[in-house]
């Protein structure tokens, strides 16, 4: 007799079949990369232990398989949020249209593309399964680190708009060729592609000057679905392939938001729910029965690092952590900078400290790390573009609940989307003000919806269906004439 094991491993979810009484530590290394197990399989180090959800951590080794199970490999914390992500998503039936039939071994590649990071997940339309997830930073970085900058490239040079369109199209197609080439599959096998990203993003993959996003009344030049032929973009997929870009909600709410809320199971959720994805910008979406109502609110760079004197990405050699005895760097190396999650950490340690006051006033610069020259610090200056970056996103959430008569007692979750929102201690951005006063129990980190709800996109028709309904039902609330925003930008500075 056979069970069924769902494995969770990288940024990978497989199903398998499994002869009943099979030992797990065998099946994981026949089936990944591998697992430590120093004692050989012995019971007596310890070290081969995975987690079987709804059972705990489990001795692989010592563990003989007798029903269905669903285990995540150890190690990195994505592997959490990847499990946490499946257990939210809405699942659909696999229906990904017309393309699929174009040949005998169809895939699809889904594309989220940020305007730090593209990631791409590869499927194979037949299973359904992911094959392989990439991610790259985006090549228009050097043309600016946030939206506004890739704007303003656009319209003051003259091929301006052309280039970052080229950009994006040579970078999707070269991870297209590099699979093609790796596994030895023809390109002409890619036969679909679904890609989500911020507005500004779509604009520039569409080639459409996205000027009309940065100035008043903020209205994008586009905002519905598109489905179009591959070949209109230059990508090099099968003649026939096409490519679907899911709806936005306005400027600044865009298919990656909308793509991710659909993709949540709103039966997993409390009735009354917040949805958030923090980055340059705060997106924000707050569901009640009677309203769904949105915002985005402009946080500014902070959190990801720039205008900050040490500050930097989540990259190597950033503090990610910090507590007042111990704090850790990405790669385990020596530290040169802090990233947003580190900041709010040191943030939030200073003020329990008394370092920082209330007004977010410091006597002097904190030093964070020091080895001969060497300084990782945090300036006044530093702490005020926290507070004002905090300050956007709590004032943005403030007015949505108000808006919808929603408040705090009443809020049953709050789902956290994005690199960012995954890696942030809660109580430490709700200690600095960033996050909403509720249980920690009530905060679910979801990780890359937009993701999921790109690759859902690629998967099924009836995903496009629905998020073309949710867009619907959603209001949103434009803050830069809202005069209530203003006084709670203003409000919210303090700590
Ligand atoms: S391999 Fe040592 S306890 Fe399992």
Not at 72 to 81: A, D, F
Request: glycine letters at 10%.
């Amino acid at each position: 007799m056979n069970c069924r094991l769902r494995l969770f491993d990288k940024d990978s979810i497989s199903d398998f079949e499994v002869k009943k009484g099979t030992n797990l530590l065998e099946f994981i290394r026949e089936n990944t990369d591998g697992i430590i197990a120093p004692c050989g399989g012995h019971g007596i180090c310890g070290k081969c232990k995975v987690e079987v959800r709804g059972e705990g951590h489990v001795t692989s080794c010592l563990y003989n398989i007798s029903k269905d199970i669903e285990v995540i490999m150890p190690g990195e914390q994505s592997m959490k949020i990847l499990s946490t992500q499946y257990e939210y998503t809405k699942q659909y039936w696999l229906n990904p249209g017309r393309t699929a039939g174009l040949t005998a071994m169809p895939f699809g590649m889904a594309v989220d593309i940020g305007t730090t990071t593209l990631v791409f997940y590869i499927i194979n339309l037949l299973s359904s399964s992911v094959v392989e997830v990439l991610s790259k930073i985006n090549p228009q970085s050097v043309y600016g680190a946030d939206v506004i900058s890739r704007i303003s490239y656009g319209v003051e040079n003259p091929d301006g708009v052309k280039n970052l369109q080229k950009i994006l199209v040579d970078t999707i197609n070269n991870v297209i060729m590099e699979y093609s080439e790796r596994n030895d599959i023809p390109a002409e096998h890619f036969v679909k592609l679904a890609i989500t990203g911020n507005p500004t993003m779509l604009h520039q993959l569409m080639g459409i000057d996205a000027i009309s996003i940065a100035h008043a009344p903020f209205i994008p030049a586009f905002t519905d679905t598109k489905v179009f032929p591959a070949r209109d973009l230059g990508i090099n997929i099968h003649e026939q392939g096409e490519i679907v870009l899911p709806p936005s909600l306005s400027a600044y709410v865009g298919a990656d938001i909308i793509a991710g809320l659909a993709s949540i199971d709103r039966e997993r959720t409390g009735k009354n729910f917040l949805f958030i994805d923090i980055g340059t910008n705060g997106e924000m979406v707050l569901l009640t029965p009677g309203k769904i109502l949105s915002c985005a609110t402009a946080a500014g760079p902070a959190f990801e690092g720039a205008n900050i004197s040490s500050g930097m990405g989540a990259i190597q050699g950033a503090i990610s952590k910090y507590s007042y005895d111990s704090y850790d760097v990405i790669g385990g190396l020596e530290p040169i900078g802090i990233c947003g999650s580190g900041l709010i950490d040191i943030v939030a340690e200073m003020l329990n400290r008394g370092v920082v006051n209330s007004n977010g006033n410091i006597k002097a610069d904190i030093e964070i790390y020091k080895n001969g020259a060497k300084t990782v610090s945090v300036t006044q200056k530093d702490i005020r573009e926290i507070q004002l970056a905090k300050s956007a996103i709590a004032a943005g959430i403030k007015r949505l609940m108000a808006m919808a008569g929603i408040g705090l007692d009443e809020l049953e979750n709050v789902l956290l989307a994005g690199g960012f929102g995954n890696y942030i201690d809660i109580e430490n951005a709700i200690r600095i003000g960033l996050l909403p006063d509720v249980s920690v129990e009530k905060y679910i980190q979801v990780g890359n919806t937009a993701g999921t709800g790109a690759s859902l996109a690629l998967k099924s028709e009836g995903f496009v269906e629905d998020m073309e309904k949710l867009i619907k039902e959603i209001e949103y609330i434009e803050l830069s004439t809202d005069e209530e925003f203003t006084m709670e930008f203003a409000m919210n500075m303090f700590f």
